[in-house]
C-alpha cells in the first residue's frame, strides 16, 4: 500500500503488531483533528479511555488538553492535531518501552510530515525523549529551544502531571504563551 496521505497511514497501521502493544489494545489510538494543522500536540501513549474509543486524550487528561487548547489558546481543539508516540495503550497505562517506541516513531515522523505543522508540543517527559532524543527532566528540558525538521518545538508537562500537581499550571501556561506569540494568537 502506498502511503500518500493519513488515511492511507492510518489504513497501513489497522492491523499493525510490530511489537507487544498491537496484541493487547483494544483500537488503534492514531491521532486526530485537523490535517493542515499550523500546531501539533504529541503524548506518550494512549491510556484506559483511549484504547476504549481509538481517540487522543478523551480521558480525564484529555478533557484538561482540551481546556488547555481552548481557554487558554482560545482555538477549538478541532483545530489542532493531536498524537503520540505510540499509537497502541502500554499495559497498566506505563511509559512505552524504548523498543515499542521504536517500532511506532517512523509512524509519528510519517505524521509530522504530513501535518506539516507550524509549531510542535510534546507533553512530557517520554515525548520528548522519543521524539527530541533528550534525556533530561521536564523543568530542564522547558529551557531549551528545539526543533524538529525545521519546526519550532516546545516541551511541556504532560496534562496529566498538572491532574496529579497544580504546581505545574503557571509552567504550562508559560509555554502556551511562547506557542501563542509563536503562532501570533491573541
Not at 489497522?14 to 492514531?30: D, I
Not at 510530515?113 to 517520554?126: H, W
Amino acid at each position: 500500500m502506498e502511503i500518500i496521505d493519513l488515511d492511507t497511514l492510518y489504513l497501513s497501521l489497522a492491523n499493525c503488531q510490530k511489537c507487544r502493544l498491537g496484541v493487547t489494545r483494544n483500537k488503534l489510538v492514531f491521532g486526530e483533528g485537523n490535517k493542515n494543522a499550523d500546531l501539533m500536540f504529541i503524548g506518550e501513549g494512549p491510556g484506559h479511555d483511549e484504547d476504549l474509543t481509538g481517540r487522543p486524550f478523551v480521558g480525564k487528561a484529555g478533557a484538561l488538553l482540551t481546556k488547555i487548547i481552548e481557554n487558554g489558546l482560545k482555538i477549538p481543539r478541532k483545530s489542532v492535531y493531536i498524537a503520540n508516540i505510540v499509537k497502541c495503550r502500554p499495559p497498566a497505562n506505563r511509559d512505552p518501552l524504548p523498543d515499542e517506541a521504536e517500532s511506532c516513531i517512523d509512524y509519528l515522523h510519517k505524521q509530522i510530515e504530513m501535518i506539516n505543522p507550524s509549531v510542535i508540543v510534546l507533553l512530557g517527559k517520554v515525548a520528548a525523549k522519543h521524539l527530541l532524543n533528550i534525556e533530561c527532566s521536564i523543568t530542564k528540558a522547558r529551557e531549551n529551544s528545539y526543533n524538529y525538521k525545521g519546526i519550532p518545538v516546545f516541551v511541556t508537562y504532560h496534562p496529566s502531571a498538572l491532574l496529579r500537581n497544580e504546581k505545574y499550571k503557571r509552567p504550562v501556561w508559560e509555554d502556551m504563551k511562547k506557542v501563542m506569540k509563536l503562532l501570533r494568537i491573541n
